[in-house]
């Protein structure tokens, strides 16, 4: 059909609302954290629309009667395209898994699925690639390695009780640092105060998650709308993913993690990755927190007493080196973002 034209929406307008009735036909919301999202019209009425997210295409519909049209191939087209210009050249789609074959046909590999959702991407690399060069950039050897993942944000006294004592029980330990940009420190602030606040565990080795450790504040909530089978989908798939590929590259036989009493994203998250990691040879080691005043140490209430500028009670909860950090003219624009925000993260 000639009539038939892609369009870029505005979503500061009632644009917008077009877009969210559209999706709301196939049961889908149009995630809050979307960058840009264009529509396929055909004769003002919208057919087709599609989303990203930083590298990751999301709330894709096209209408079952204009299906046969290549309408879904030309608005994966323009997102990719745009995307290229930006510099980014892998995306990666979540999606459900009886949607699988649809998105293979664009030229989409799957990576993984489980029972709700369905992770497959695109681009110039692929996981098996991605996670090798990890690897060899590594600069580690082959010897069995335990492994934590993190996001630090801050890195506290808690996050160095849970390294420490992986440290003293394996010869090789690995902390995989979530790189996704939607915390309150940036990733390479987060990484950095892990790196020097270990720097004398000397068989502790910090490196970049990657793209491939997935952010529950990326995980897409456009199909997955009950919070509970969301959370569940995306512990599974993250379990998942890091089972089948990262640790058989890294010869990962342990995963630590913390206790978790009061997050119910980490508690989840626990128990998906003692449901899943067995099956591939791994064990988890579930440490109890670190407490003051029997109050588990956590990153949040560090960020919490920083907003009440309550800073020698901050002392209290990380090491030296990240005080050191906090009180640094290199912190105020984090210190004042964590201010003025009321973001969990």
Known sequence: MQDIRIETIDLNNSDRLKVEGFLSTFNLLLDKDVERTIVAKYRDEIIGTCSYAGRVLKCFAVKEEYRELGIASKLITQITNELFDKGIFETFIFTQPK???????LNYNEVQSVEEVALLEAGMCNVDRYIEKMFKESGLDNKKKAAIVMNCNPFTLGHRYLIEKASKENEEVIIFIV?????????????????????DLKNVHVLSGGSYIISSSTFPSYFLRQ???????????DAEIFGRYIS??????????????????????????TNILPK?????VEVNRLNIDNKPISASEVRKLIKHEEFQKIREFVPETTFDFLM???????????KRSDSPH
């Open 328 to 338: 640094s003219n290199e912190a105020k624009p984090i210190i004042e973002k964590v």
């Open 227 to 237: 919070e509970d089978i969301r959370l569940s989908a995306y512990t599974k798939l």
């Open 179 to 199: 790189e996704e940009e939607r915390s309150l420190f940036p990733f390479e602030i987060r990484k950095k105060l892990v790196k020097i606040g270990t720097s």
């Open 280 to 284: 591939y040879g791994i064990e988890v």
């Open 248 to 273: 058989p590259v890294f010869n990962i036989e342990r995963r630590y993690v913390g206790t978790e009493p009061y997050c119910n994203i980490t508690s989840q998250y626990n128990k998906s990755l």
């Open 99 to 105: 949607n699988i074959s649809l998105f293979k046909g």
